[in-house]
């Protein structure tokens, strides 16, 4: 991208994950409204489930993440305990045992957990819910805290994706983040991965971080590529100290700027495209086999709190402090401080601290920020046909992304828009144009590059 054009459109925007976005969200909804969107569930629907394990042995000060430091096991298992009553009081409120086929354990770090209590968690859903033979059973992985025992209880447990942390390889980037993770650690942990029959690996990486440059990204893609995982994200680093205190750890002056950024971008994208990964939205990339590169393939691709995703369930319900839900009614999202959490919970109440209910309005819009988000195109009058919506109700939002076709960002044709390979990474900003809530509440975003 021309660097003008990467400065022009450095807006802060969502990562549009949800629509609306969660800091929209209010305490007005709260665990009674929950509890009557769970109850109005059709019995037979189908289930995605996330359960959040919000603690890590080290913090890493890029995190942007809800977790806590355990020095000790102790508040793990206590953690862990009210979420398994979570786990109950949920079901409780639900109209039938319902099936599950996505299952998704992050964090934090799941795996400080022991590996007696990976398996526990794990048997505990399926006491509760169907989980169906084939469910996709996902894990975010530490290869730091990840050891031998741990790996082969995530095995017997059906576990079949995970997903590892990496961030860089370089040994001054890591320094920088404090995340000091040697490329054979992160080697060994997925040699055990395989050996224990979990071949469908993720590589998540971050550019933008302090002190990397294009030529210690491109080390640190050759050696992730070298590993051969299934699937690789390349996520931008959100500085964003006024929301993440520990960020300031970060010195300002040794992160990359925004041209930077971008020709990090631009060089990792060319890099993996090059290995034969299809580009995935803006920031994933998978094997032309993997189920993610089909679904995008054939325009079934969908975006939910983990990012992109093959995950089609109308129904995500999340576990644990600071968990989101997504329901058919609304967004649902639990109390973030682990200590009301736990209280509430033993309480034998719902944790829910906000949300938002949606009517058919927001639906629509998320939609069209979904496929925009996901194809990098949109056909407004035929996504308003399945709706049975007047597509001119978008003309003015249309208007709006005059400057980025003017800048060959988008190309438009009626209601038709297509993002060119110089605006993909920019789909955000055009996602916004369709966002109602935008700057409603003075809300800070990170970068949109
Ligand atoms: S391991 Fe993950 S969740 Fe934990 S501090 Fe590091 S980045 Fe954040």
């Not at 009553?85 to 109209?95: N, T």
């Not at 995530?154 to 961030?167: K, L, P, Y």
């Not at 699937?231 to 959100?238: M, N």
């Not at 001119?392 to 960002?409: K, N, R």
Request: hydrophobic share 45%; aromatic share 8%.
């Amino acid at each position: 991208m021309r660097p003008e054009l990467a400065a022009k459109y450095d807006l802060r925007v969502p990562r549009y994950t949800s629509y609306p976005t969660a800091p929209h969200f209010a305490p007005s909804i709260g665990a009674d409204r929950y509890a009557a969107w769970l109850g109005d569930l059709a019995p037979a629907g189908r289930l995605s489930l996330y359960l959040h394990i919000a603690y890590c042995a080290e913090l890493c000060w890029f995190c942007g993440c809800h977790t806590k430091i355990a020095r000790r096991y102790d508040p793990i298992a206590d953690y862990l305990e009210c979420l398994w009553r979570e786990v109950d009081l949920v079901a409780a409120r639900l109209p039938a045992r319902m099936s599950v086929d996505h299952v998704h354990l992050g964090g934090g770090s799941p795996s400080v957990l022991t590996p007696g209590d990976f398996a526990a968690t794990l048997d505990r859903l399926r006491a509760t819910f169907d989980i169906v033979p084939d469910a996709a059973i996902a894990v975010e992985l530490d290869p730091r805290t990840a050891d031998r025992a741990y790996i082969a209880a995530m095995a017997a447990a059906g576990v079949n994706r995970v997903s590892i942390g990496v961030q860089d390889f370089d040994p001054l980037v890591q320094r920088f983040i404090n995340r000091v993770q040697p490329y054979e650690v992160t080697a060994a942990v997925i040699g055990w991965l395989r050996e224990e029959g979990i071949d469908e690996i993720n590589i998540d990486l971050i550019y933008g971080l302090p002190h990397q440059t294009v030529r210690s990204l491109t080390k640190t893609i050759d050696l992730a590529i070298g590993l051969a995982p299934k699937r690789i994200a390349l996520f931008g680093y959100a500085h964003v100290p006024w929301m993440k205190k520990h960020q300031r750890m970060i010195p300002e002056e040794a992160l990359p700027g925004l041209e930077e950024r971008w020709l990090q971008y631009e060089s990792a994208t060319r890099q993996l495209t090059g290995a034969g990964y299809a580009q995935i939205g803006i920031d994933h990339f998978a094997a032309a086999s993997d189920p993610l590169a089909i679904a995008q393939a054939e325009g079934r691709l969908r975006r939910n709190f983990q990012g992109y995703t093959t995950d089609a369930a109308e129904t995500l319900i999340a576990f644990g402090a600071s968990g989101i839900g997504s329901l058919p009614q609304g967004y649902v999202g639990n109390e973030t401080d682990i200590a009301a959490y736990k209280k509430l919970v033993r309480a034998g109440t719902l944790p829910t601290a906000r949300g938002i209910a949606v009517d058919d309005g927001d639906r629509l819009r998320r939609g069209v920020i979904e496929r925009l988000m996901c194809d990098l195109s949109l056909d407004l009058d035929a996504l308003c046909a399945e709706w049975d919506a007047d597509p001119a109700q978008f003309d003015g939002d249309l208007a709006s992304l005059a400057p980025m076709e003017a800048d060959g960002l988008i190309i438009r044709d009626g209601r038709r828009i297509t993002m060119t390979e110089e605006g993909r990474p920019l789909v955000r900003a055009a996602c916004a144009a369709f966002d109602r809530y935008l700057n409603r509440d003075g809300i800070r975003h990170s970068r949109a590059i």
